[in-house]
């Protein structure tokens, strides 16, 4: 079993910047994968970033050169600048585990125009 926990998420501008964190605990040793989506209101749940083996990235075209994904031991990070309003939405943070994906609970980032 694996816990995911987020935070970092709030209220900002446009333009301006927010870093997630997401912290695991529980079978930390076989995650393999850690990533990012996000989920709009009305919208399916889309991936946004993911880090493999904490050096291979991958980011959606709608953010790449504003998202940076990165990963230290057992904690993952977004670092997101020049949020944009369609950036909006609840934020989560998944690990794959031996084939198996967990999730955390969520957090709420909100782009003001």
């Known amino acids: 079993q694996v816990q995911l926990v987020e935070s970092g998420g709030g209220l900002v501008q446009a333009g301006g910047s927010l870093t997630l964190s997401c912290t695991a605990s529980?079978?930390?040793?076989?995650?393999?994968?850690m990533a990012w989506y996000r989920q709009a209101p009305g919208k399916q749940r889309d991936l946004v970033a993911r880090?493999?083996?904490?050096?291979t990235m991958y980011y959606a075209d709608s953010v790449k050169g504003r998202f940076t994904i990165s990963r230290d031991n057992a904690k993952v990070y977004l670092q997101m600048n020049n949020l944009k309003p369609e950036d909006t939405a609840v934020y989560y943070c998944?690990?794959?585990?031996?084939?198996?994906?967990?999730w955390g609970q969520g957090t709420q980032v909100t782009v003001s125009s």
């Open positions: 998944a690990a794959r585990h031996i084939g198996r994906d967990y």
């Open positions: 880090i493999i083996s904490g050096t």
């Open positions: 529980g079978r930390i040793f076989g995650i393999n994968s």
